[in-house]
């Protein structure tokens, strides 16, 4: 029987009972369960429940209370006398209906009679527990396109036959949110490790193991208007701080308080812009110290101070790791602040290392605390959150157990809550335009001034290519905060000619991102300084900008002068994704989703809502294809030349101009001088 409480509505037949009720406008969300509750310490995406105006939904019972309609906004939700969903928008145009082959007490208007008894909520039970195999199955409709879902290394951005893994990876990040080309957004609120299917014959979400099913749908006439929605329930990010939209320098890795200070002298000496420097991984006496060794980092507030003068931030790396070694390991053991396992011993992907349980409050609190007596103290404002998957030992999900619930339920939830960590210690501190960078996220990490980088991938055109789709899919996923290694994390030398190639087009397309930043782990590597501490790591070959030569370093050079100059644009862009949430790089489809050819490119994208950019991606390249879209007059912004949009025109790429169009008529247009 179906009946109607508060603003809800809600199902209950034989073990399930289902839910459905507005959450923020123009959406619903839906849970459902067979444990007779539903959990609310499940970690959930949604922020708490946004009704605009007071309005409640429209909830009309139909036969006899068998059926009914919930109607929010522009999104109309019918439920079936067999517990089927049907979604449709405010002109009654179907969006989404669920998967439903089974023998029909009463043939509905559009559905059909079928021996195969498919139910589309499939609950699995494990035994022995009160958890479940969850699938939700939705019927595949023609021509539709799927976009968004986090950062996937592949050269796809419509996920149209696509099925994705939905668990975190170095270099892979599962943000279980979609947009639809037929009018919705939908996200799969569930933290558990699963996948999706986007499928030729049905869609299908999956979690390995969870103990209720949790989805949320709106609806919205273009892009930008579900993506702002889906904002509005999970969090916006702060307002990007001024330091975020310049230059920044990093490599594998500076050994010493010395050497970091030098080259940020240089950049100063040169009269290059420099924003940020960074200080990597292994500056500690022993993972899980969360310090300076001080044989090697003598001053650190002395080296922030220098920095601070030259207007340079430092930003300094933290890991989830704590050695055995550590003068915390001990305490953290204790208190049970490290992950746990099945059997056996808690390693992460390094030995005598366990890992701290971010999702574990406590936990939270006490780490903090370390990095706000060693870094914070001392005038560090940024944080590079490292190994936020975490990186586990071959990723065996099934063997780890975290605080908040077993690994296989809610492990996707680890790095939004890694972030959180920084970001609820930086703001009791009075900390405002919180930014931390972090390798990896899942959906509602940017209200914790997530910056997401695109992990550990190689030097290469290939990997180079994915990075656009990738991110492209973060963008639509709802972090707008991303960036890359420019010149990919490793593999390359700096001695190979080839490299200086992908570095310049890497450069290129870094200064279209979010936030330009230049890392690398370049051979020919350098031997450690010493076999203990901070001297026992290993370093690469010098990644700074004149590393290259001096053709290479005037045209690096000439992009961050670039950058510089679009700083009031880009402050005008981050503006936006703080208030809406809307992504910095965006799909052609996003600024025109009335042209059909828009959907199709991925090679192309925007850069805020005015500059038009086409990365070049293949070596040797020196003339491509760009196409225009229709609806705006075009200007070439190195050549002044005017298009119509509405045709591919082919463009002069020369190594040093990365292919870009202005829209005619924007004020960004006087930067290139045109």
């Known amino acids: 029987m179906i009946h109607v409480m508060e603003n809800r509505l809600i199902r209950r037949m034989d073990k399930e009972i289902l839910m459905i009720e507005p959450w923020g406008k123009n959406s619903l969300r839906v849970r459902a369960t067979r444990n007779g509750r539903f959990f609310e310490d499940i970690p959930s995406a949604l922020t708490e429940e946004i009704q605009e105006d007071g309005k409640k939904a429209e909830i009309i019972l139909e036969k006899e209370g068998k059926a009914a309609r919930i109607t929010n ?73 799927f976009f968004g879902m986090g950062q996937y290394q592949q050269n796809i951005l419509d996920l149209k036959g696509c099925r994705l893994e939905l668990a975190q990876r170095n270099s892979q990040i599962t943000i279980p949110f979609t947009i639809s080309s037929r009018g919705y957004g939908f996200l799969w609120n569930n933290p558990a490790i699963g996948y999706a299917t986007f499928a030729q014959n049905v869609t299908e979400w999956h979690a390995d193991s969870s103990k209720q099913l949790d989805f949320w749908v709106t609806a919205g006439d273009t892009p930008a208007m579900i993506e702002e929605a889906y904002a509005n329930v999970t969090g916006k990010a702060p307002m990007m701080p001024e330091y975020g939209m310049g230059f920044w320098q990093c490599k594998l890795r500076y050994w010493t308080q010395d050497e970091l200070l030098s080259v940020a002298r240089e950049y100063k000496k040169r009269n290059v812009p420099l924003d940020v420097i960074v200080a990597d991984f292994f500056h500690w006496p022993n993972q899980g110290d969360w310090k300076f060794d001080r044989d090697y980092w003598p001053d650190p507030k002395a080296m922030v101070d220098e920095l601070n003068e030259m207007g340079v931030k430092l930003m300094v790396s933290v890991w989830p790791t704590v050695e055995t070694s550590s003068e915390n390991y001990a305490e953290m053991e204790e208190n049970g602040f490290l992950i746990q396992t099945e059997a056996g011993r808690k390693d992460g992907i390094l030995s005598n290392a366990g890992i701290m349980d971010v999702t574990n409050p406590e936990c939270r609190k006490y780490v903090w605390e370390k990095l706000k007596r060693n870094y914070y103290n001392d005038g560090v404002r940024i944080f590079w959150l490292d190994e936020a998957e975490p990186e586990l030992t071959k990723y065996e999900f099934q063997h780890y157990r975290y605080y908040a619930g077993s690994d296989m339920q809610v492990g996707n939830v680890y790095p939004r809550e890694y972030a959180k960590m920084a970001y609820e210690g930086m703001e009791a501190e009075g900390q405002e335009n919180i930014l931390n960078l972090i390798r990896c996220a899942w959906a509602g990490s940017q209200k914790y001034g997530t910056l997401v980088w695109s992990g550990d991938i190689d030097s290469s055109f290939r990997s180079l290519k994915n990075q656009i789709t990738a991110g492209l899919g973060m963008g639509l996923a709802g972090i707008p905060w991303w960036n890359t290694d420019i010149g990919g994390f490793g593999g390359a030398d700096v001695r190979d000619e080839s490299f200086k190639e992908l570095l310049i087009r890497w450069f290129e397309f870094g200064t279209f991102s979010p936030v330009m930043r230049l890392h690398g782990y370049r051979k020919p590597f350098r031997e450690p300084l010493s076999n203990k501490g901070g001297g026992k790591c290993n370093s690469g070959a010098d990644n700074e900008i004149w590393s290259y030569g001096p053709e290479v370093y005037e045209i690096l050079k000439s992009y961050i002068e670039l950058r510089e100059k679009l700083r009031p644009y880009i402050r005008e862009v981050m503006k936006a994704a703080h208030e809406k949430g809307t992504p910095v790089m965006r799909t052609l489809f996003y600024e025109f989703p009335e042209d059909k050819y828009c959907w199709k490119e991925k090679d192309e994208y925007f850069f805020g809502p005015d500059i038009l950019v086409k990365p070049i991606t293949d070596d040797g390249i020196r003339e491509t294809s760009v196409y225009l ?46």
């Open 73 to 145: 906004g522009k999104l109309v939700c019918l439920l079936s006398e067999t517990g089927k969903l049907k979604f449709l928008n405010d002109k009654g145009e179907v969006l989404l209906e669920e998967y439903e082959r089974d023998r029909f007490r009463e043939v509905m208007e559009g559905d059909f009679y079928s021996a195969l008894e498919i139910h589309p909520r499939e609950m699995k039970p494990i035994p022995l527990t009160d958890s479940y195999q969850l699938t939700e199955r939705f019927e595949a409709a023609d021509g539709e396109q």
């Open 629 to 674: 879209p229709n609806g705006s007059e075009w200007k070439n912004a190195w050549t002044g030349e005017e298009y119509t949009g509405g045709e591919k025109i082919k463009v002069q790429a020369p190594l040093e101009k990365i292919p870009l169009f202005i829209r005619k008529g924007s004020s960004v247009a006087e930067i290139f001088f045109i």
